[in-house]
């Protein structure tokens, strides 16, 4: 894992408790999101303006990063229910740090330049590029693994 994937913040605002999230201050641009959904469901349980909580970063862009947090007390659930215990721990064992897979591009948004790829046993999300094709195959390297949402993190072989 590197110090990209983690951010450690404090919340600075919330806009309508409740209904759509709120702000973190990163001590830097651009400014920290957790969307409402990742936020426990009753707004008096989110963590008050001044609480200074540690994330793991889910994607950047020039206008905000969006946060999980780590602190269990601040979150709706597990991020991704679906990956039991036992597949993440084979999906670790089989795709290791510095394996190279081969995935499918599965979803692309020109936008945010973002795309999912799925590969055997599992899925990502890029961002920072323009998005290949949807359909498009080529081979990634497994850069880290997330446990705390369960995510494989990949770059395409070459960059």
């Known amino acids: 894992m590197t110090e990209e994937d983690f951010a450690v913040g404090s919340v600075s605002i919330i806009p309508q408790p409740g209904a759509i999230g709120l702000f973190v201050d990163l001590g830097h641009e651009p400014p920290g999101f957790v969307d409402v959904l990742s936020l426990p469901s009753r707004a008096a349980d989110w963590p008050p303006v001044g609480t200074k909580i540690a994330f793991e970063v889910l994607t950047r862009s020039p206008e905000q990063i969006r946060l999980w947090p780590l602190d269990p007390r601040f979150r ?44 055997e046993g599992g899925w990502s999300y890029l961002e920072g590029r323009p998005p290949p094709e949807v359909g498009t195959r080529a081979e990634y390297e497994v850069v880290s693994h997330l446990d705390a949402t369960r995510r494989t993190l990949l770059r395409p072989v070459g960059t």
Do not use: C, N, Q
């Open 76 to 119: 709706s659930g597990p991020f991704d229910p679906r990956v039991p215990d036992d597949e993440w721990l084979a999906r670790k064992a089989r795709y290791p740090v510095g394996a190279i897979l081969t995935a499918e591009v599965s979803g692309a948004f020109i936008l945010d330049r973002s795309y999912f790829v799925r590969y």
